[in-house]
């Protein structure tokens, strides 16, 4: 099974799995950049998981019916262009010998869903749009800081070999936010090196892992002695980790 980030936007990822004859999906934001994978490759499609109901997720369904052979599936508590088939947490779809998880992620979006398989290939994967950026978070749209910690507390606990494909390529900007939240992490610095490398070469940063998030990524972070001092300079009142991830993403809205 092969894993492909289709760049569409200026910096969203369209997740293609296919396995040589049938393709999936994963937030097809436009139809474009599907259309033009499946004629490289010689792929059918025949499935479209989709995360939430923002247009950069959603924009290219309609176009893509024509060429789709199965389901898209999206989710229950949130309206993304019809038919579709509604799931909420605990649900599954099973596709092409893959078996994936449904979770619910609200804060970003109300009713945000990801989708986490134990077994592609060789290890665990996880789409989960716009909630986990590989060192940051989702904006809070929707939710709540208490939605989106518990939502990112969920995904911190899978297995750390567990893939993360995010909906868009932030990486550089959030390490450079998590730097500036915690100067002494060595693995962030480090991270940060990596990544402009690959960027300087075109290449994603992503997938990332669930391990090495919960190293460098401030918002999974949030009961760290740094990160919670960090935060406490922002607000003083910042006292658990909901406070703390709540100070975070204020101070990211305003980080240049
Ligand atoms: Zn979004
Ligand atoms: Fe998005």
């Known amino acids: 099974m092969k894993l492909l980030a289709l760049p569409a936007f200026a910096d969203n990822y369209i997740w293609m799995l296919h396995d040589g004859r049938e393709a999936l999906v994963v937030d097809p934001g436009e ?22 109901h923002h247009g950069d997720h959603v924009g290219g369904i309609d176009a893509l019916r024509s060429v789709l052979h ?13 038919p579709y088939t509604p799931l909420s947490d605990g649900d599954r779809v099973h596709w092409n010998g893959l078996d994936f998880e449904v979770i619910d992620v609200p804060g970003h ?17 996880l ?11 989702g904006r809070l749209f929707e ?23 995010c909906a868009h390529e932030y990486t550089l900007g959030n390490l450079r936010f998590a730097q500036a939240v915690e100067p002494g992490n060595a693995a962030l610095a480090e991270h940060l090196r990596h990544c402009e490398a690959l960027r300087g070469r075109g290449h994603p940063t992503l997938p990332s892992t669930i ?25 003083a009142a910042a006292d658990d980790a909901v406070a703390v991830l709540a100070a975070l993403r204020e101070w990211k809205n305003e980080f240049r």
């Open 109 to 125: 979006t109300a009713g945000h869903i990801a989708y986490w398989s134990p077994r592609v290939g060789d290890s665990p994967l």
């Open 31 to 52: 139809a474009t950049p599907v259309i033009e994978a499946l004629q490289t490759h010689g792929l059918r499609l025949s499935g479209i998981l989709v995360t939430h």
């Open 127 to 137: 789409f989960c749009g716009d909630t986990l950026f590989s060192a940051g978070c």
């Open 143 to 165: 939710g709540t800081p208490a939605q989106m910690s518990a939502s990112l507390a969920r995904l911190a606990a899978l297995p750390g070999t567990t893939r993360v494909c």
């Open 70 to 82: 199965g389901p898209v599936y999206g989710p229950a508590r949130e309206a993304i262009p019809p």
């Open 211 to 235: 391990a090495r998030e919960r190293a460098i990524n401030p918002f999974l972070r949030c009961r760290e002695p740094e990160v919670v001092a960090a935060a406490r300079r922002r607000h």
